[in-house]
């Protein structure tokens, strides 16, 4: 299938290009910066995905990934706005099979930046809409929402021991994910699935399922 992602130079959006080269897929990344991919299905593209009138003429694309974001730079501008007029290009016509949104679990906690937290929740009610506009070409738009993920977005908390125990506290299965995990689940949400639609799947591992209770232990 031709697959369009955004975002794919590095991190997640990296390891979603080289799941689906893995598997003979026909890829076009879109990012600001140049990639050290090489492979012979991948075209990439030099163009930040907020410069509408140079975004690329990629015809009859099937499966389209909106990963590119940011936090703290513009964040409702990338992560949001651009994301619509990306999948408006894109994703809106005949040929589609998936839409596939990155949005984050601060779109259902509100946590981290005030922004980030409104462009990501943008992200799910909009994946929504869409869900109900693409159904009529028996297509499907979800959302993928990661909570902490090992990508050099990240590294300014994973490199600060005092920082990254307080975060594992935080986190039931005490690790963060990788980002060839978050790409099996792209890979999975956007092939293999076929009839869920309109969902936003939390992937943070039981981070926000945590609660602090607190009680005293001879006092039942």
């Known amino acids: 299938m031709k697959v369009l992602i955004t975002g794919s130079s590095q991190?997640?959006?990296?390891?979603?290009?080289?799941?689906?080269?893995?598997?003979?897929?026909?890829?076009?990344?879109?990012?600001r910066q140049e990639t050290s991919i090489t492979h012979v299905h991948y075209t990439h593209c030099v163009c930040d995905v907020r410069d509408r009138e140079h975004l690329p003429p990629v015809e009859d694309v099937e499966i389209l990934i909106n990963n590119a974001g940011t936090q703290n730079e513009d964040d409702i501008d990338v992560n949001l706005k651009a994301l619509i007029q990306v999948t408006e290009k894109y994703g809106i016509q005949s040929h589609i099979r998936s839409v596939l949104n990155i949005g984050s679990a601060s779109g259902h906690t509100g946590a981290e930046f005030p922004e980030y937290a409104a462009s990501k929740g943008g992200v799910l009610a909009y994946t929504k809409n869409v869900a109900m506009r693409v159904a009529a070409f028996g297509a499907t738009c979800n959302s993928l929402d990661p909570g902490g993920v090992?990508?050099?977005?990240?590294?300014?908390?994973?490199?600060?021991?005092?920082?990254?125990?307080?975060?594992?506290?935080?986190?039931?299965?005490?690790?963060?994910?990788?980002?060839?995990?978050?790409?099996?689940?792209?890979?999975?949400?956007?092939?293999?699935?076929?009839?869920?639609?309109?969902?936003?799947?939390?992937?943070?591992?039981?981070?926000?399922i945590n609660y602090h209770f607190v009680w005293k232990d001879d006092c039942r």
């Open 11 to 31: 991190g997640i959006g990296k390891a979603i290009a080289e799941r689906f080269l893995k598997d003979g897929h026909t890829v076009i990344g879109i990012d």
């Open 150 to 208: 090992l990508t050099p977005l990240n590294e300014c908390v994973i490199n600060d021991p005092v920082l990254w125990k307080r975060i594992m506290e935080e986190t039931p299965l005490k690790r963060w994910a990788t980002p060839e995990e978050i790409a099996e689940w792209a890979y999975f949400l956007t092939v293999t699935n076929t009839f869920c639609t309109g969902q936003s799947i939390l992937v943070d591992g039981g981070e926000a």
